[in-house]
Nanobody
Framework: QVQLVESGGGLVQAGGSLRLSCAAS????????MGWYRQAPEKQRELVAT???????NYADSVKGRFTISRDNAKNTVYVQMNSLKPEDTAVYFC????????????????WGQGTQVTVSS
């Protein structure tokens, strides 16, 4: 089995910062892209940022310049540093990882964390 466990959410005032972490564990051969998504009440889940195994990053326009995604491949962990937070950043943040479980199979599967709440007060 594979598990993704997020941490670091909470309540912060507008202009503040939070750092989310997500650690993958279990039967893992390698991890391709990792990323963060978010879902606000009554809205669809949307991309926040992604990072490939080689470190190439991609950000939603709404977070560019404020959020920074990074990863520690040795720890199978992805982070997102969120600065200058705005009330519209309030959402449940989900970690995603595209994982190859076995050396003998090239098949990859997308796994999701359980989500962590981020609330930004005005």
């Amino acid at each position: 089995q594979v598990q993704l466990v997020e941490s670091g959410g909470g309540l912060v005032q507008a202009g503040g910062s939070l750092r989310l972490s997500c650690a993958a564990s279990g039967s893992i051969f390698s991890i391709n892209a990792m990323g963060w998504y978010r879902q606000a009440p009554e809205k669809q889940r949307e991309l926040v940022a992604t990072i490939t195994s080689s470190g190439t990053t991609n950000y939603a326009d709404s977070v560019k310049g404020r959020f920074t995604i990074s990863r520690d491949n040795a720890k199978n962990t992805v982070y997102v540093q969120m600065n200058s937070l705005k009330p519209e950043d309030t959402a449940v943040y989900f970690c995603n990882a595209r994982i190859r479980r076995y050396s003998y199979s090239p098949t990859t599967v997308d796994y999701w964390g359980q989500g962590t709440q981020v609330t930004v007060s005005s």
